[in-house]
């Protein structure tokens, strides 16, 4: 699978430099992302049960417990994932609210919807 905007997620990582934690399950990410064949939101579950979909559209937030850590990753039909945003818990709670409507509004005037 192809994973578009990967710099978001090196971004992440330089912010968090000397985390190496982090840094490893950023890149545990990534090359599970890059190495998949997800054709199902089921399949995507199995693989990464911390995937949690925010919107029926294909997107979903990765909670990666290393450093409390939220992605948000759009997947289309087409085979491509694309890093939409990253940050931490506290940037996710901040921004988003932790709250799907919330994400759905974010998603629209961000014009990813």
Partial sequence: MNLINKNKLERLKRKNRGNKKLEKA?????????????????????????????????????????????????????????????GSHQEYDKTFKNNKSTIKKWLRDNEWI
Wanted: aromatic fraction near 12%; hydrophobic fraction near 45%; charge should be negative.
């Fill in 26 to 86: 950023v890149d545990s990410l990534i090359t599970e992302i890059e190495q998949s064949n997800w054709k199902t939101p089921i399949e995507l579950k199995e693989a990464r049960p911390d995937a949690d979909i925010v919107h029926s559209d294909g997107f979903y937030f990765f909670n990666l417990n290393i450093h409390r850590t939220m992605i948000l990753i759009e997947f289309d039909e087409d085979g491509e994932a694309t890093v939409v945003w990253a």
